[in-house]
């Protein structure tokens, strides 16, 4: 497919805006957009979340059954991707819409924002 064609008139406006929100994840479009957020899919997060979970119950483990002087050092999250609109203002998404219309949307996958947020 040629992007030339929108300029022709021979791709339509809506046909492109198609095209471009269902580029894959790991798209270069993504990358460019989104950084290190465009690799990390649900499953990325919630492997995170879960590793983090279990690090806290085994380190709340440790700290009930050691001696008071011999508490053990509190587990670090896994790092996960730097996300720069952390703001919960219902500000707009690199594709122009804002976090309410992309979240009413039932068939959408959650923002990499909404991710961030959810397992932050």
């Known amino acids: 497919m040629d992007l030339l064609d929108w300029h022709r008139d021979r791709l339509s406006a809506r046909r492109l805006t198609v095209l471009i929100r269902q580029l894959p994840h790991d798209s270069a479009l993504n990358r460019e957009l989104h ?5 990390w899919s649900v499953t990325d997060h919630l492997l995170a979340a ?8 085994n380190w709340m483990f440790a700290s009930v059954n050691s001696e008071e002087g011999d508490q053990p050092d509190p587990p670090a999250p896994v790092p996960r991707p ?4 952390t703001d919960t203002g219902g500000e ?21 924002v909404q991710l961030a947020r959810f397992f932050g």
């Open 35 to 39: 950084g290190e957020a465009a690799d």
């Open 92 to 112: 707009e998404t690199p594709g122009g819409e804002t976090e309410e219309t992309v979240a009413a949307d039932t068939d959408a996958a959650p923002s990499t």
């Open 50 to 57: 879960a590793v983090d979970h279990l690090a806290a119950a």
């Open 82 to 85: 730097s996300y720069d609109d």
